[in-house]
């Protein structure tokens, strides 16, 4: 009986175990402790994949794509980045997909301005969608001592 005992205090141990290591990795990130000087924004950025959603075809060359998207941005938008990155994923067949796919980040902006810009990329790219995160960020225009 002491036997059965033991094995069900070590089965509960290791259930409160995995219970607790879940509510640890699944709790909101903690940002950093504000004073009343720092200011937070969002920070969106926008992931933009070049091949068109009928074709499947790229929209150009890399400096094709990147000037377009810089010709767009440059209309909604008084400062920008853009960088290249590389996107994957899996076919309904099971089969791995890829694109030349270009990430926009932006600050000092709103939503419908993002909004707009993103209208108009998915217009000139055909993309079905442009994916947009917006995250909460500490933005610092550092100029030196």
């Keep these: 009986?002491?036997?059965?005992?033991g094995i069900v205090a070590l089965i509960i141990?290791?259930?409160?175990?995995?219970?607790?290591?879940?509510a640890i990795a699944k709790r909101p990130a903690q940002?950093?402790?504000?004073?009343?000087?720092?200011?937070?924004?969002?920070?969106y950025v926008m992931y933009l994949g070049t091949n068109d959603?009928?074709?499947?075809?790229?929209?150009?060359?890399?400096?094709?794509?990147k000037a377009t998207v810089d010709k767009v941005l440059t209309k909604y938008f008084e400062g920008f980045t853009i960088q290249e990155a590389n996107g994957g994923?899996?076919?309904?067949?099971?089969?791995?997909?890829?694109?030349?796919t270009l990430v926009i980040l932006l600050s000092d902006t709103t939503p419908e301005k993002?909004?707009?810009?993103?209208?108009?990329?998915i217009q000139e790219f055909n993309q079905?969608?442009?994916?947009?995160?917006?995250?909460?960020?500490?933005?610092?225009?550092?100029?030196?001592?």
């Design 1 to 5: 009986m002491d036997k059965k005992l």
């Design 31 to 43: 940002l950093p402790e504000s004073s009343e000087e720092e200011t937070y924004d969002i920070q």
């Design 13 to 22: 141990s290791i259930i409160a175990l995995g219970i607790s290591v879940f």
């Design 128 to 145: 079905s969608s442009v994916l947009i995160q917006a995250n909460r960020t500490k933005t610092e225009f550092y100029s030196g001592n």
């Design 114 to 121: 993002v909004h707009s810009a993103a209208d108009k990329l």
């Design 89 to 100: 994923w899996l076919n309904d067949d099971g089969s791995v997909a890829h694109e030349y």
């Design 53 to 65: 959603k009928d074709t499947n075809e790229p929209y150009g060359t890399p400096e094709e794509a």
